[in-house]
C-alpha cells in the first residue's frame, strides 16, 4: 500500500468534526511539489541562482544575508542522523505477506495469519550487526531480518535474525556483548569483524554464547544473498485465540530460493570488489522482477508443554526447539516486490519495535526479550529525534490511530480540539475506551499468574551451554565442518593473547574433541584430551547441505569473451538462462563490443577489470579459438577462471574453451588425450559442476539440463581446490 493511502487512513480521528476536515489537508506527509519544478527555498521561496553565493563583487566577501546559502548549508551540515547502535547497515524492501490459509484459526486472533483473503502489507530490513553503515555488507556477522507487517490491527514486527540463537540469556548482558564485538575502544578497530580480541575474551567468559558463537563461525554468518538466507524470531512468542487460550510459538522465514552460503575468501573478497554486494543484489533482483520470496513457518507447542523438554527451557534464547521434536508448518508467504523510493526515508527511518505485537500475538518471560520490549522503543527517541516517530511515513500504521499523546519534537500532526485527556466531556468523552469486555478488538494482556520472589537469576534450566552447540556441529556435512574450522583458526589466529586462545580450545573440547583438536592445530594451542561430550544426536535440517535444486532465478554468471569468441553457444545459453531469470554478463578485456567467430559483434556488459569471479555465481568459458588464445594470454582471465573454481563455483565450458580449463591448471579435466583443436569430449558432460559442451555442439536440453542442475546446487564443494593459486 502506497504511503499516501497509509497516512490518509491514520490521520483522521474518530468523532472529529467535519469542518476539520480542511484543517486535515495540512497533515498530509510533506512533499516536494512536482507539478512546477522551479528550484525554490524550504520556505517555497523561488531561488534565481543556486551555484553562486551572494557576494561583495565578483571577487568579494559573502554576505551573511544570502538566506539561500545559509539553508542550503545548514540542511546539509546536518543531514545526518545517529546510526543504529546495532544493526546499523542495512537495506530495505516493501511486499506482502499472505497466508496459505485458515490453519492458525484454531491458535490465533490475529487476521493477518489466518484469512488467506488478506494480503497485509510489509517493510522489510536486513542488516549486518556490528559494522557501520558504511561497512561492508560480507563480513563474518550475524544478519538481522525485521519485518513491520502493517496489519489492520496495527503494527507487529517480527524483529529477526539469520540465525536461530542469541549469544545471552539475558538482556542485562547485551550491551557487554555489543561492545565486545564492536571495534575496541583505544583504536576503534576492526570495522565489522569479531576477528579480535575483546570479542574472543568475552565469549570465552561467557560460555552461554558457545552456541551461537558456533553458527556465528558457521557459512551462516555469510549469505550469499538476502533472498537466500532465513529468518528466525529467536525467541518463543505466543499465539492466542479470541478465548485468551495461548500456544508456544517459535517464528521461521524460510526462502525460496534455496539456503545459499558465500564462502569465507570470497566474501573477503568481495568486501573490496562490491562492499553493496548483499544491498545491489536485492536491488537488482526486485527491479528485474526476481522477487524474493520467503516461507513463512510455524513451530507450535501447546501451553501445558512448558516443561516437556527436558535438555533446554523455552524461554532460553540459547536454544532451538528442534525440528526433529517438532516440525515447522509453513502457513504462509512473504513476496518482497518494490524497492524503497528513498533509502533514508525509508530503509533509515523505519524503526522496529519488539514490542508491536496486535491482538493474536503475545510475549513469553525470556528474559532476552523482556529486555528486548524496552530497547527498541527507548533507542528510537536518540535515533529518529523525539517521541513522535511513528508519524514518520514508513512508520505509520495502515490502521487508523486515536490517542491523547501530544507534543514532542517534530509533531507532524494538528490535534484538535480541547481534548487531550482521558475521561473527558469537551471532545464527546473520545477517544474512549469501551467498558471492560465490549472492545473484543482490543488487545488484551494475557492473563496469566506470576509468583516468585525478587532476585537477580538465572534458572538452573538455562544451565546448559554445550549440547546444542554439539548438536549443531554433529549436524554438519563434510565441507560445512572444513568451514567452520577454518573460521574459527582465522578468528582466533587474530586474537593476539594466547590465554583467550586457549580458553576458546576448551569450550571447543566440551562441544566435540575433534571440533577442538583441529582447531588447536591451527593456532599454536595443544591438542586437548578427549572428554566424553558428544552425545551423539543430529538435526539433519541444520545444515545447508542437500538445498533442493528447484531454481536458479537469481543467478548472475558471467561469459568471458574477446575477439573471435564463438557467439552461437552463448545465445543459446543466455536464452536458457534469462528464461530461467538467470542473468548472463558479457566480460571483454576491454568495454565495447568483441568480434565474434561468425562475423558479428556481441556487446560487452562490463570490462573484465571492473568485475571479478567473485561477484558471480558461475563462469562461461566460451569457445572460438581466437578468443580462447586471447584469454590464456590475460593472467586476468585466467585468475577469473580459477578463482570460480577454487571457490566451487559451477564453470561451464564452450568447445575449445577447455584449453583453458588446462591453461587454468585446473585438476578436473585430463586433457591428455584430447587432440589438438577439438575437445576429447563428444558431447556434453558434467563433473564436480563443471559443465562441457562439445566445439560445435548445439545447446541442447541435455546440456541445459546439466548446468540447471550445476547453477542450481550453488556449489561443489566435493571438488579437489587445495592445490589451487587463486
Ligand atoms: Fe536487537 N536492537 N537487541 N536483537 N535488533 C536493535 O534497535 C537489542 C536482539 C535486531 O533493521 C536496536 O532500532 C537488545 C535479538 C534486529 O532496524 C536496539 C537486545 C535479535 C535489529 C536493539 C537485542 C535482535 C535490531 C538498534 C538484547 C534477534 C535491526 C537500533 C536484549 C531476534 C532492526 C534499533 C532494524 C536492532 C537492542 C537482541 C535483532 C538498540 C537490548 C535477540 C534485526 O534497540
Aim: glycine fraction near 8%.
Amino acid at each position: 500500500m502506497a504511503v499516501e493511502e497509509r497516512s490518509a487512513q491514520q490521520t483522521v480521528p474518530a468523532g472529529t468534526a467535519p469542518a476539520a476536515d480542511a484543517k486535515q489537508e495540512q497533515l498530509a506527509p510533506y512533499r516536494m511539489d512536482k507539478t512546477d519544478t522551479r528550484l525554490t527555498t524550504d520556505q517555497g521561496i523561488p531561488v534565481d541562482d543556486t551555484d553562486n553565493s551572494l557576494k561583495a563583487g565578483p571577487r568579494g566577501p559573502s554576505l551573511l544575508e544570502d538566506f539561500h546559502l545559509r539553508e542550503k548549508i545548514m540542511r546539509f551540515d546536518h543531514e545526518r542522523i545517529p546510526e543504529r547502535v546495532v544493526h546499523a547497515r542495512g537495506s530495505g524492501a516493501h511486499g506482502y505477506f499472505q497466508p496459505y490459509g485458515d490453519g492458525l484459526a484454531p491458535y490465533t486472533a490475529a487476521r493477518f495469519l489466518t484469512d488467506p483473503d488478506v494480503r497485509t502489507p510489509v517493510f522489510v530490513r536486513f542488516s549486518t550487526v556490528q559494522g557501520s553503515r558504511g561497512s561492508t555488507d560480507t563480513p563474518r556477522d550475524v544478519r538481522g531480518f525485521a519485518t513491520k507487517f502493517y496489519t489492520e490491527e496495527g503494527n507487529f514486527d517480527l524483529v529477526g535474525n539469520n540465525m536461530p540463537v542469541f549469544f545471552i540469556q539475558d538482556g542485562i548482558k547485551f550491551p557487554d556483548l555489543v561492545h565486545a564485538v564492536k571495534p575496541e575502544p583505544h583504536h576503534e578497530m576492526p570495522q565489522a569483524s569479531s576477528a579480535h580480541d575483546t570479542f574472543w575474551d568475552f565469549v570465552s567468559l561467557q560460555p552461554e554464547t558457545m552456541h551461537h558463537v558456533i553458527w556465528l563461525m558457521s557459512d551462516r554468518a555469510l549469505p550469499r544473498s538476502f533472498r537466500t538466507m532465513q529468518g528466525f524470531g529467536v525467541h518463543t512468542f505466543r499465539l492466542v485465540d479470541a478465548e485468551g487460550r495461548s500456544t508456544f510459538v517459535k517464528f521461521h522465514w524460510t526462502p525460496l530460493a534455496g539456503v545459499h552460503s558465500l564462502i569465507f575468501d570470497e566474501a573477503q573478497k568481495i568486501s573490496g570488489k562490491d562492499p553493496d554486494f548483499n544491498r545491489r543484489d536485492l536491488w537488482e533482483s526486485i527491479e528485474a522482477g526476481v522477487y524474493p520470496e520467503y516461507e513463512l513457518g510455524v513451530q507450535l507447542i501447546p501451553e501445558q508443554d512448558e516443561f516437556a523438554f527436558a535438555d533446554f527451557d523455552l524461554l532460553d534464547a540459547t536454544k532451538i526447539v528442534p525440528e526433529e521434536l517438532v516440525p515447522v508448518s509453513p502457513v504462509g508467504r512473504m513476496v518482497l516486490d518494490r524497492n524503497p523510493d528513498n533509502f533514508f526515508a525509508e530503509t533509515e527511518q523505519v524503526a522496529f519495535c519488539v514490542g508491536n505485537v496486535v491482538p493474536g500475538i503475545d510475549f513469553t518471560d525470556d528474559p532476552l526479550l523482556q529486555a528486548r520490549l524496552f530497547s527498541y522503543l527507548d533507542t528510537q527517541l536518540t535515533r529518529l529525534g523525539g517521541p513522535n516517530f511513528a508519524q514518520i511515513p514508513i512508520n505509520r500504521p495502515v490502521a487508523p490511530v486515536r490517542h491523547h499523546q501530544q507534543d514532542g519534537f517534530h509533531q507532524d500532526d494538528i490535534p484538535l480540539g480541547q481534548a487531550n485527556y482521558h475521561p473527558n466531556s469537551t471532545g464527546g468523552g473520545c477517544p474512549f475506551v469501551p467498558g471492560a469486555g465490549t472492545f473484543p478488538e482490543a488487545f488484551t494482556h494475557r492473563p496469566e499468574l506470576v509468583d516468585g520472589h525478587k532476585m537477580r537469576k538465572r534458572a538452573e534450566t538455562f544451565a546448559d551451554h554445550y549440547s546444542q552447540a554439539t548438536l549443531f556441529w554433529n549436524s554438519m556435512s563434510a565441507w560445512e565442518r572444513e568451514h567452520i574450522v577454518a573460521a574459527y583458526r582465522f578468528e582466533l589466529g587474530k586474537v593476539a593473547y594466547p590465554h583467550i586462545r586457549e580458553r576458546v580450545v576448551a569450550h571447543l573440547n566440551r562441544i566435540d574433541n575433534t571440533l577442538a583438536t583441529a582447531v588447536a592445530a591451527g593456532i599454536g594451542v595443544a591438542a586437548p584430551e578427549a572428554v566424553s561430550v558428544n552425545h551423539g544426536g543430529s538435526s539433519p535440517a541444520l545444515s545447508q547441505a542437500g538445498q533442493p535444486l528447484a531454481t536458479i532465478a537469481g543467478r548472475r554468471v558471467a561469459v568471458l569473451a574477446a575477439d573471435g569468441v564463438a557467439a552461437a553457444g552463448i545465445a543459446g545459453l543466455k536464452e536458457f538462462l534469462e528464461a530461467n531469470d538467470a542473468v548472463l554478463d558479457v566480460l571483454g578485456l576491454v568495454d565495447g563490443v568483441v568480434r565474434t567467430a561468425e562475423g558479428g559483434t556481441l556487446p560487452v556488459t562490463r570490462a573484465m577489470v571492473t568485475a571479478a569471479s567473485v561477484l558471480y555465481d558461475a563462469v562461461v568459458v566460451p569457445d572460438g579459438d581466437e578468443a580462447v588464445s586471447q584469454l590464456i594470454g590475460d593472467g586476468l582471465a585466467l585468475q577469473f577462471v580459477a578463482e570460480a573454481y577454487k571457490h566451487a563455483k559451477p564453470l561451464i565450458v564452450l568447445g575449445l574453451g577447455d584449453r583453458m580449463v588446462e591453461a587454468a591448471r585446473l585438476p578436473v579435466y585430463a586433457t591428455s588425450d584430447r587432440v589438438e583443436g577439438e575437445s576429447s569430449k563428444p558431447i556434453a558432460a558434467a563433473l564436480d559442476g563443471v559443465v562441457f559442451l562439445a566445439p560445435g555442439a548445439q545447446v541442447d536440453d541435455r546440456f541445459t539440463k546439466d548446468v540447471f542442475e550445476a547453477i542450481a546446487a550453488h556449489r561443489h564443494y566435493d571438488r579437489p581446490v587445495d592445490g589451487i593459486a587463486a
